[in-house]
């Protein structure tokens, strides 16, 4: 039974996962998402949040979630601090 994740999803993930992980601006993690055809701020910061090994962000209702550009560019610059490094 197939769960619906194809080979090239998977190659996708690891592309921009492994892509990010030598970012150190905001523009050089644009890159890596416009080079993966990847627009979507919600699913930008999924893979920020992958890239960082964060599985679930508390402290924020569903209902009080914030723009998703905010939202983006607030890991972005999360990310590019590298504290997060610190607990992986």
């Not at 690891?14 to 979507?40: H, P």
Request: charged share 30%; proline share 2%.
């Amino acid at each position: 039974m197939a769960i619906g994740i194809t080979a090239a999803d998977v190659e996708l993930v690891d592309t921009v996962r492994l892509g990010l992980l030598d970012c150190k601006s905001k523009k050089e993690i644009d890159a890596v998402f416009s080079n993966n055809k990847i627009y979507d701020f919600v699913l930008m910061t999924e893979f920020l949040h992958r890239a960082m090994q964060i599985q679930k962000v508390y402290g924020t209702p569903d209902d009080d979630i914030p723009d998703a550009k905010d939202d983006y560019e607030y890991y972005v610059k999360f990310y590019l601090k590298g504290e997060w490094k610190e607990f992986i």
